[in-house]
């Protein structure tokens, strides 16, 4: 299933004390995904593993029988397959409706090893075709520039700003906009990776230009950017209506004048 996927690993996660689709200003709802066909294909997955029940987000693809997710979301800490039942429920009209469909196979990406950043992709197999009005998603395999426009979705939990990032639980599908802020090295552990942030705009308080020595860089959507976190691993970031990444996990950090998450994703996935 992964020959030759071209697919950027969005890093986000779900040990993230800030939200999902976190909200900078105004009502929370106003970024709820109900009634926007194109994000129908967004999948609520309520997996069961032996440790215990998780919730997933995750991605139709074109056969309309696979869902792309997050590896671990289905494994253990050692990347080895854990999950022994699921649901994909995708939404079906304005409002929190929802068509469900049993996952019947897990088929987890081979260089995942759980540690976070390196294959962290799973595909889904569904019982039955989706239907045909929930919407299919292409890879992306175009070229990213810094600053370009990308879109997320899931269903993880919400609220308004980091600090009450986790005042709306679970299970509700919301989207927004961010920037790719460039790329994230950390030494060998997560190499040509795609960075995007979630600070306030301003240059004193760039989490991306302190981190990397440029202020001027990352500036992003200031107060109209949203990000990811607990709940929506396995998640679509989206380019010109494409599949450009899945949520992995995220790494928060601080500085004298600036505080916040990075999200770096893998600019390419190939797999042999």
Request: with cysteine.
């Amino acid at each position: 299933m992964f020959q030759g996927l071209r697919l950027a690993a969005l890093l986000a996660g779900l040990s993230l004390p800030a939200a999902a689709i976190v909200v900078p200003i105004g009502p929370v709802s106003d970024f709820e995904a109900y009634g926007d066909l194109f994000f129908n294909g967004v999948g609520r997955l309520t997996i069961t593993k032996t440790t215990g029940s998780v919730g997933c987000s995750g991605s139709l693809l074109s056969t309309g029988y696979h869902v792309l997710t997050a590896a671990h979301c289905v494994t253990d800490s050692s990347g080895v397959l854990n999950a022994t039942a699921a649901t994909a429920e995708f939404p079906t009209g304005i409002g929190p409706v929802f068509t469900g469909i049993t996952v019947t196979n897990f088929v987890v990406h081979p260089s995942w090893t759980g540690a976070l950043g390196l294959g962290d992709l799973a595909i889904l197999e569904l019982v039955s075709m989706a239907p045909a009005a929930l919407t299919r998603y292409d890879l992306y395999s175009g070229s990213m520039s810094v600053h370009d426009v990308v879109t997320l979705a899931g269903y993880g939990q919400s609220g308004v700003g980091a600090a009450n990032g986790s005042a709306f639980p679970f299970g509700t599908l919301r989207r927004g906009n961010n920037t790719y802020d460039g790329i994230w090295v950390i030494g060998s552990f997560v190499t040509d990776a795609i960075a995007t942030d979630f600070d306030n705009g301003n240059a004193t308080n760039n989490l991306i230009g302190l981190l990397t020595g440029n202020s001027s860089a990352g500036l992003g959507l200031g107060n109209v950017e949203v990000n990811i976190g607990p709940g929506d691993s396995g998640g679509p970031m989206f380019r010109n209506g494409m599949l450009l990444g899945v949520a992995s996990f995220g790494l928060c950090v601080a500085f004298p004048n600036s505080s916040g998450c990075v999200f770096p994703a893998r600019r390419e996935f190939r797999a042999g």
